[in-house]
């Protein structure tokens, strides 16, 4: 444990504390990590500012308290304090919450260990996001065995990792992910085929994983409101086309996804929210720097994209997006260029502020076989050797070692 201190009090992680922090002109010491990274575990790029007092980290130059939570414990959810909340709120609800700022180079590393850890247990491990593992006990543990060895397996992961987990078992991911829900915090649920009715008929439609807001209104507007009444609907849901008919079968118990022991990245991109800012200048500078801190992910990743695109987040709630495909050798010059191409275009609404920009590339060249333009050739070889030769300076001294003069 970190800070033993710290157990049994409401805590609560603040994020985007650091949110824009890169567009600072003296942003310096950034590095990226892709520790135990995939398609569902962000990279992230790091600072290593300090602070002792972590809700200053969430204050503006005004000594405003800004940022929202991205999680808490569960001593602060008894004062109603909620994941996604925002910090001054959740401090009027609980005056004395501890607010913590994240630290995603630990969360990483423990994640680590604990994919580790879990493959010495259990043959098959599939690692879905950060803190959220599946795997495949079938022919390993009989049923009448399994209480006890996912009990002891959540002892031995608090002894030698230090993570208090929660483990839901059942014989579909599906369910079992919903079961571990029912066992927070710190505990087991199993879910034996002959508890499956009893355990799923209450359970609101909301929880279950793949029901989003708009799949549950429509599920309400048709008198569907807990998965037992989901489940006795069946020709209703059919009807409503593959996805429905599917999600139905997940519900049911009767569809499952094969555990996937390894997750190829397919995509990698990066985001900004901020306070509104209507200067296109001062935007376009921002862009600059969004696609340093790109494109020396791509770099370290070793692989080519070929679809790109940016999107635009206006205050008033207007959002924009522009996407292009392009099978080039990839320069750090060509990629700047091209997403302030992408940002002039996806600018719709010039009589509008900005509060959020990202941007995403994606179809690497590995995964979908493109074969890379021979067009102007010489100089996209000349330039990716620079590239490179810059990339080695940054990766040695900071990523802000080396800038574009126009964030300047």
């Keep these: 444990m970190v800070d033993p201190s710290l157990e049994g009090k409401p805590v609560a992680i603040g994020g985007s504390s650091n949110n824009s922090k890169i567009f600072d002109a003296n942003a310096k010491k950034q590095s990226v990590s892709f520790e135990n990274s995939g398609s569902f575990v962000p990279t992230f790029f790091k600072t290593y500012e300090k602070k002792d007092d972590d809700l200053s980290n969430f204050k503006d130059s005004k000594s405003r308290v800004r940022g929202i939570l991205t999680t808490s414990s569960y001593e602060a959810r008894a004062y109603g304090v909620k994941t996604a909340m925002n910090i001054k709120d959740a401090l009027g609800l609980c005056p004395n919450l501890i607010i913590k700022a994240s630290n995603m180079s630990l969360y990483q590393k423990l994640s680590h260990e604990l994919h580790e850890f879990l493959q010495t247990k259990i043959p098959l491990i599939e690692q879905a996001s950060i803190d959220e593992f599946y795997g495949d006990l079938s022919g390993w543990i009989d049923d009448a065995e399994l209480p006890q060895f996912i009990d002891n397996l959540r002892y031995e992961i608090k002894d030698v990792v230090g993570l208090p987990v929660s483990i839901g078992g059942a014989k579909t991911k599906y369910i079992a992910k919903l079961a571990t829900n029912y066992a927070k915090p710190y505990g087991c649920k199993i879910i034996l085929e002959n508890e499956f009715n009893e355990f799923i008929n209450s359970i609101p439609v909301r929880e279950f994983a793949g029901i989003g807001k708009s799949m549950a209104n429509k599920l309400s507007s048709a008198q569907i409101h807990t998965l037992g009444e989901l489940r006795d609907r069946r020709g209703t849901l059919e009807s409503w086309g593959p996805y429905a ?51 020396f992910a791509i770099l370290k990743l070793k692989v080519i994209p070929t679809v790109f695109s940016l999107s635009i987040g206006y205050d008033m709630n207007i959002k924009s997006y522009k996407s292009i495909s392009l099978s080039e050798r990839f320069t750090e010059k060509k990629f700047n260029s ?15 502020q900005v509060i959020r920009i990202g941007i995403n590339c994606s179809s690497f060249t590995r995964e979908s076989k493109k074969e890379l333009s021979l067009i102007n050739f010489a100089e996209d070889e000349k330039m990716e050797k620079l590239t490179q030769e810059i990339q080695t300076l940054r990766e040695k001294y900071g990523l802000d070692m080396l800038k574009w003069g126009s964030e300047l």
């Excluded at 079968?249 to 094969?258: I, K, Q, S, Y």
């Excluded at 209507?278 to 720097?289: K, S």
């Excluded at 091209?338 to 509008?352: G, M, V, Y």
């Design 245 to 295: 008919k599917e999600l139905y079968r997940r519900v049911n118990g009767e569809a499952d996804a094969p555990i996937k022991t390894t997750s190829r990245r397919k995509s990698i991109g990066i985001a900004r929210t901020f306070d509104p800012v209507f200067d296109r200048v001062e935007l376009r500078r921002r862009v600059h720097i969004l696609t340093r801190h790109l494109n």
């Design 338 to 352: 091209l997403c302030i191409t992408l940002f002039n275009e996806a600018d719709t609404q010039k009589r509008l």
